[in-house]
């Protein structure tokens, strides 16, 4: 075997590896009911979250992914996706609630943008077979996450890779 096939098996290996999701199938599930109760008001949306297990439980973070545009007069501009979900619905994902809290988080910023004040909603309590779960429903995505859409002007919208 030379060096280079060495090291493209190396490379498909850590691809394999990183790719692995270790969240177990409770959660999927959890996951996958959750993400059907989003109603996007405008347009079309995309769920995102991110899975965190601690030491007591699984947190699960949802949000509804932005949209950039492309090309024309707002090329570059960022949307936040308006939505909205029916909370009796998410309480009817849990066996039982322990704690239901609505939090609004002023961030100090520069810029006066409509960024800058977070709403989540978090809901802690026990879900299939006496399973912790935190669930925290974002108003907007977090920093860190790229645009999941792209809205063009003659109205294409197209995921991104």
Not at 49 to 57: I, N, S, T, W
Not at 105 to 128: F, K, N, Q, W, Y
Request: charged share 25%; with cysteine; aromatic share 10%.
């Amino acid at each position: 075997m030379s060096i280079e096939e060495l090291l493209e098996q190396m490379e498909q290996y850590r691809l394999r590896r990183e790719q692995r999701d270790y969240r177990p199938e409770w959660l999927k599930g959890f996951v996958h009911q959750a993400s059907a109760l989003f109603e996007p008001l405008t347009h079309v949306g995309r769920v995102g979250y991110d899975c965190q297990f601690d030491e007591r439980a699984w947190t699960v973070c949802m949000y509804l992914g932005t949209t950039e545009i492309v090309g024309g007069a707002k090329d570059g501009r960022i949307d936040h996706a308006s939505f909205r979900v029916d909370l009796t619905q998410f309480n009817m994902l849990f066996e039982s609630i322990s704690r239901f809290e609505w939090y609004s988080v002023a961030e100090s910023c520069e810029l006066p943008e409509p960024d800058c004040i977070r709403s989540l909603i978090s809901i802690h309590g026990t879900v299939a077979n006496g399973n912790e779960v935190r669930l925290e429903l974002l108003s907007v995505p977090p920093q860190m996450v790229k645009p999941g859409l792209h809205y063009r002007p003659d109205g294409m919208i197209y995921e991104t890779r």
